[in-house]
């Protein structure tokens, strides 16, 4: 209040404060030390002086350009992101399809392809030493000894195997398709191939209403 009744002192006294700070930055500036102007703390992208964590991003964002910081893609021929693999799509308009005959019909489909002999030139490949690309993975229990108890990830050429409903019943212990109400039930048990299952089939599909005019390999 005091400050409000003596205008003439209140200038005096914030000129004074503020006069004194130019004068400690300009002191601070010719011995070399950095200081920061305050107008600007509010901008974005501001480089703090002798901020090591600043300086670290800065040289990433600086060197991703020239340096493979796992940014620049494909290495080896036909790598998974570079081919896609076999997609076809099963559709039935009258009735639902997940049966063991839709899945035997599927899995014939599939195997006509997997199974002829251009397959392997032409397939997705998965290497086992990306980037120098002279192995390809074998992830697959008919030749590889110590790939076992597993679902079969390619085949035994290093193609990547589709992904359809084929495969989860196979994987979940149902190859020959002979208890659909209760694989799938086993593979509601894991929220991420529930998740991908799905996602083959139409879209309003659940367990409680287990029927579908769609499948898709992918």
């Known amino acids: 209040m005091w400050l409000a009744t003596n205008p003439a002192f209140s200038f005096l006294l914030f000129f ?3 006069f004194g700070l130019i004068l400690t930055s300009i002191l601070l500036q010719g011995s070399g030390v950095s200081v920061i102007s305050m107008d600007k703390i509010t901008q974005i992208g501001l480089d703090i002086p002798d901020d090591v964590y600043q300086m670290r991003a800065n040289a990433y964002e600086a060197a991703k350009d020239e340096a493979d910081f796992g940014l620049s893609g ?3 021929p036909r790598e998974e992101m570079q081919r896609a693999p076999l997609q076809m799509i099963l559709e039935s308009s009258s009735s639902s399809i997940l049966s063991k005959e839709g899945l035997t019909e599927l899995q014939k489909l599939e195997d006509f392809f997997i199974k ?3 397959w392997k030139e032409k397939c997705s490949l998965l290497w086992a ?3 120098t690309c002279e ?3 074998i992830y697959n229990s008919a030749a590889n000894p110590h790939w076992v108890n597993k679902p079969n990830v390619t085949d035994v050429n290093g193609c990547i195997l589709p992904s359809s409903p084929v495969t989860f019943f196979i994987k979940y212990g149902d190859p020959t398709f002979s208890s659909i109400d209760a694989t799938l ?3 509601k048990s894991n929220a991420n191939d529930w998740s991908a299952f799905t996602d083959l089939l139409d879209r309003d599909f659940s367990i409680e ?3 579908t005019n769609v499948m898709k390999t992918t």
């Open 209 to 211: 209403k287990p029927k």
């Open 129 to 131: 030493d990306s980037p």
């Open 135 to 137: 192995n390809v993975a």
């Open 16 to 18: 004074s404060i503020n």
């Open 185 to 187: 039930a086993k593979i």
């Open 74 to 76: 494909i290495k080896c």
């Open 116 to 118: 002829t002999a251009e």
